[in-house]
């Protein structure tokens, strides 16, 4: 498959080699030649589907720590999880959420009745999911946002709502980052 995700194991303290730095520098040179003379065979044989991805029919496997364009969490009976605090709109570096709130009936608790998100302006920096303190809004793994007007990058409630099986990936590297 193109593009892995490959994990690294950092060490928490450097080995005599690391602090001597210029054995590394060494180290850096021969991982550069040898992925540029694999590649450069692959060129020569024709065999480039070894590092070039076929992009759209194949896909890079992003990291679990990948942030896409962020999404609301849908709970099983096709609402948001979001009770419309907003906390992730007072978060927001750059003022692209808008929400609405509304009173569910005979109860204390909220709902967005409107919950926008204007992704022209969203930097995809995640600080909207570290602020929600009900995981309800995410960073997917989607990227992908050509439109063909202003308009088209305006997304609302409904455009934005996946499940938390969809989500799993990240939502699985959340819960490991607060466990830690
Ligand atoms: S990812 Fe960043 S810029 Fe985008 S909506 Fe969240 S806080 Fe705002
Ligand atoms: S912080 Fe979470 S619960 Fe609060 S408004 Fe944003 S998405 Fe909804």
Same mark, same amino acid.
């Given at each position: ?10 060490? *928490?303290?450097?080995? /005599?080699?690391?602090?001597?730095? /210029? ?40 990291? $679990? ?10 709970? =099983? ?9 907003? /906390? ?17 009936? $005979?109860?204390?608790?909220? &709902?967005? =009745? ?19 303190? =009900? *995981? ?7 990227? *992908? ?12 409630? *409904? ?14 590297? /959340?819960?490991?980052? &607060?466990?830690?």
């Amino acid at each position: 498959m193109p593009g892995q995700v490959v994990r690294v194991q950092r060490r *928490e303290r450097l080995g /005599l080699a690391e602090r001597l730095y /210029l054995p590394m520098i060494f180290v850096g040179f021969a991982v550069t030649s040898r992925h540029f003379f694999r590649n450069l065979w692959g060129y020569i044989t024709g065999n480039v589907t070894s590092f070039v991805v076929q992009y759209p029919e194949q896909r890079v496997d992003y990291a $679990d720590a990948f942030r896409g364009h962020p999404v609301l969490v849908q709970l =099983e009976n096709g609402k948001p999880k979001c009770v419309a605090c907003g /906390l992730c709109e007072f978060a927001c570096p750059t003022d692209c959420i808008t929400i609405l709130p509304g009173e569910i009936e $005979d109860s204390i608790e909220r &709902y967005p =009745e409107v919950f926008d998100i204007d992704m022209s302006r969203c930097m995809f920096c995640g600080l909207c999911e570290e602020a929600c303190p =009900e *995981e309800a809004i995410v960073m997917s793994r989607e990227v *992908e946002l050509a439109t063909l007007d202003r308009a088209g990058s305006w997304f609302h409630k *409904e455009d934005l709502l996946r499940t938390e099986e969809q989500l799993g990936r990240r939502v699985g590297f /959340l819960r490991d980052g &607060y466990s830690r």
